[in-house]
Antibody
Framework: QVQLQESGPGLVKPSETLSLTCAVS??????????WGWVRQPPGKGLQWIGS??????TYSPSLKSRVSISVDTSKNQFSLKLTSVAAADTAVYFC?????????????WGLGTLVTVSS | DIQMTQSPSSLSASVGDTVTLSCRAG??????LNWYQQKPGKAPKLLIY???TLQDGVPSRFRGSGSETDFTLTITNLQPEDFASYYC?????????FGQGTKVDMK
């Protein structure tokens, strides 16, 4: 059974870079077969897709595209998120997830989520 | 971005009820529509993909239907563990988007 676990600082200062890692166990981070992506949820609000990586490349939410990057490290079986120039509005629970492509893309395995607060 | 609009934003129901949640897309999606359930403090859980395909292990009381721009999630014989928030998601374009969610709470 594939498991995903987010890690990274819980507190980031405004204007700095948020960096999170998602460790994958029970399977390999293989972009040829799966999407690997990030979703966030501000406190009390809904889900926002951040972006994903697949063999075809990376895709990001247009609203975050200028500040976000997602990469994979197959040697460590993990993938990462970087979000630059953060502000209070970036405070959220950040989830990593795996996407399958059976019939259509869908996110079938999720990490537990990690709260990141942007504050000085 | 494709705008996804869910209705209602919340509803109250009782155990044993049948509830219907709606999701409308800003453009035709064919069947590129997924449904997730989320309980407080937990990660979302995939219920249905491709508009109507039940994810492995999900009870058959959950049913997805619809096509093009209008989709529905129906929960029959509502159980105590079904009180949660539900989100639709389109993956028709490379830029995926979620609806704002429908919260189902106990009447």
């Amino acid at each position: 059974q594939v498991q995903l676990q987010e890690s990274g600082p819980g507190l980031v200062k405004p204007s700095e870079t948020l960096s999170l890692t998602c460790a994958v166990s029970g399977g390999s981070v293989n972009i040829n077969y799966f999407y690997w992506g990030w979703v966030r949820q501000p406190p009390g609000k809904g889900l926002q897709w951040i972006g994903s990586i697949y063999y075809t490349g990376t895709t990001y939410s247009p609203s975050l595209k200028s500040r976000v990057s997602i990469s994979v490290d197959t040697s460590k079986n993990q993938f990462s998120l970087k979000l630059t120039s953060v502000a209070a509005a970036d405070t959220a629970v950040y989830f990593c997830a795996r996407g399958r492509t059976r019939e259509i893309p869908h996110l079938d395995h999720w990490g537990l989520g990690t709260l990141v607060t942007v504050s000085s | 971005d494709i705008q996804m609009t869910q209705s209602p934003s919340s509803l109250s129901a009782s155990v044993g009820d049948t509830v219907t949640l709606s999701c409308r897309a800003g453009q035709i999606l064919n069947s590129f529509l997924n449904w997730y359930q989320q309980k407080p403090g937990k990660a979302p859980k995939l219920l249905i993909y491709a508009a109507s395909t039940l994810q492995d292990g999900v009870p058959s009381r959950f049913r997805g239907s619809g096509s093009e721009t209008d989709f529905t999630l129906t929960i029959t014989n509502l159980q105590p563990e079904d009180f949660a928030s539900y989100y639709c998601q389109q993956t028709y374009t490379d830029s995926w988007t979620f609806g704002q969610g429908t919260k189902v709470d106990m009447k």
